[in-house]
């Protein structure tokens, strides 16, 4: 009788195995609020798989009920069809715990804390349990403005694997990316971050490591300086932002923006600048701060510069 020969299928390249790797086919995000949604949802329209972690079931369920209510507005707006949505909150998964990380090829930090202390001891902590979990060549991004990506990195035991990747998900149609290498990053991994910013349909505007970066220092200043001809009285906030946008053409005025970043994250970012660099220019306002202290963030708490119904739309006040 002839010996029956089994030969693994393995070998016809009929697996997932033995299949060519698609770069970046895996992206994790670290943290899903409003920006790490923002993240997330844009890298998943470019039809790549993303996992988020959060800390909590409840955290992972409310997340993708609000990308998937973007998504919805985003219907209403005829951006896209209902088949759309479904195919990208299909390449989207959240969970609980850092070891949901392994097989991606980027991972990009994108936590919210308080004080300046807890951003770079929660950020450094993150970047810990991220490197326990994924291989050697997984570039670990942070989307932080105001930290030093060097600093972050210090302590990796891969150290040239990091960069800072400051995704603009404030300014609608923001078309560009920051990128800052750290004093480890490798040329190999910018090259690959590169090809990752070209994949998702951004420009990249190299940055020099700065706290702030370019858009962050710039902004900051022009809010600074919309509040001090606000309260000089040489024009009030309405005439002030449409300056800004019909004038100039920004999509947004001053004001606008500022309440939909959120007053308390812009306190933070400017106390953070003001922290490093000493200069008046980046001290926050007294008509920031005055908002800070009423608990008048902008769009999130329905009242900062200006006054917003439950879904987010400007009033007339």
Known sequence: ?????????????LIQKSRPRTL?????????????????????????EVVFIELSEEKVSSAISR?????DNMIGRWGMTPGEKRAILSRISGHVGYE???GCDLVIEAIRSKSREQRITCRKEVFKNIEKYVSPETIIATNSTTIA??????ELEYKERCVSLHFITSAPGAKMIEVVRSLYTSDEVFDR??????????????????????????FVTMVNEACEILMEGVGNKFDIDTTMRVGLGLSLGPFELADKIGLDKVERWMDNLYGEFGDIKYKASPVIKRHVRAHQYGRSTGKGFYTYDETGKKLCD
Do not use: D, H, W
Not at 67 to 71: N, P
Not at 149 to 154: A, M, N, P, Q
Not at 202 to 210: A, C, F, G, P
């Open 67 to 71: 990308m998937g209510e973007e998504l």
């Open 100 to 102: 949901n990380l392994r």
């Open 193 to 218: 971050v590169s090809k990752f910013i070209n994949m998702i349909g951004k420009i990249l505007v190299q940055v020099q490591e700065s706290p702030g970066l370019i858009s962050i220092r710039l």
């Open 24 to 48: 970046f086919s895996r992206v994790g995000v670290v943290g899903c609020g409003t920006v790490g949604q923002s993240i997330v949802l844009l890298i998943s329209q470019k039809e790549l």
């Open 149 to 154: 990506i060097t600093e972050l990195s210090s």
């Open 1 to 13: 009788m002839a010996e029956v020969i089994v030969e693994s299928i393995e070998n016809y390249g």
